[in-house]
């Protein structure tokens, strides 16, 4: 097992061996008390069973931060099964919608039933480690999966890691103009504010290859595991952007950037940004990358 080089706050670096969990419970069980802390999950069901005919059980069973149903399958190690046990397992919660419904509804209330995205359900597979046969196997499927190592480091500390993600494949969109090519739901902004949308989205997935994009009605988000970044459709003069950056740790400015902690808005983020020009774009990108390093 490799070592890992940590810094403490006062600088001294010292070594820590990683390892293994003894059982997959103990990760299984570590992941689902932390879940939207670590996967931007809500819980739902522990070891859900998919009935006799179908004969599973399914790990853990979760809803993310956009509505996207999620099934979350561990492995100890490296485990060769572990995509096609996932993928099983989600083709029959698709052909489930009804009783995951219910499940929400009575879990989660109605309100969270209602903005259940079908159009893209999640398979996140946490394991000891992976083979580059799963990396190019994942790429051969139109599903949303995410691979996320895990490691346990000396006795205090745990962490994931993702391997490789990859966005569900949807059929490709009929041609349509530029002036329409907005988030859905968003009217016809041309001129600036519309190159504007497409340069912030550019920036955005920029940022790293470990990023997938996810498209509501009211926002447009950018994932890495968890939201990082959600932005809304154009409006006339601006574009509003909300951060997972923690805003008491910004220099709040007036018109650019708002602590919007407990006020209601679309997408996820306590860190409002406002963009009408290139110029904020641009000093934008620093809170981009803040956003992007915090989850």
Aim: net charge neutral; proline share 3%; charged share 25%.
């Amino acid at each position: 097992m490799s070592g890992l080089k940590l810094f403490h706050t006062k600088g001294a670096v010292v070594e820590v061996t990683s390892r293994l969990a003894e059982a997959e419970a103990e990760v299984q069980a570590l992941v689902e008390g932390n879940l939207e802390a670590m996967l931007g999950v809500r819980f739902l069901a522990s070891e859900y069973s998919t009935g006799p005919v179908h004969g599973g059980r399914i790990d853990t069973l979760g809803m993310d931060e956009n509505g996207a149903p999620v099934v979350i399958e561990f492995k100890r190690a490296t485990d060769a099964g572990v995509i096609n046990q996932g993928l099983f397992y989600l083709s029959w919660l698709v052909d489930h919608k009804a009783e995951y419904g219910h499940l929400v509804r009575d879990r989660l209330g109605a309100a969270a039933a209602a903005q259940v995205l079908w159009s893209a359900p999640r398979l996140i597979c946490v394991a000891g480690n992976f083979t580059r046969y799963d990396m190019h196997a994942i790429r051969e499927h139109r599903r949303s999966i995410d691979l996320v190592r895990y490691r346990f480091y000396g006795a205090d500390h745990f962490g994931l890691e993702t391997v490789a993600s990859v966005a569900a494949q949807t059929a490709a969109p009929r041609a349509r103009r530029a002036s329409e090519a907005a988030a859905p739901g968003a009217r016809v902004v041309k001129g600036a504010v519309q190159e504007l949308f497409a340069d912030v989205d550019q920036v955005l997935l920029g940022l790293g290859d470990d990023i997938t994009k996810v498209q509501r009605k009211t926002y447009r988000a950018y994932q890495r595991l968890r939201n990082f970044a959600c932005v809304c459709p154009p409006q006339r003069d601006k574009l509003l952007v909300y951060l997972k950056a923690n805003p008491k740790e910004v220099d709040l400015i007036p018109g650019f950037t708002r602590d919007v902690t407990g006020l209601g808005h679309h997408g996820t983020g306590d860190l409002e940004v406002q963009l009408r020009t290139d110029r904020d774009l641009e000093r934008a990108q620093d809170l981009f990358r803040l956003s992007y390093s915090a989850v």
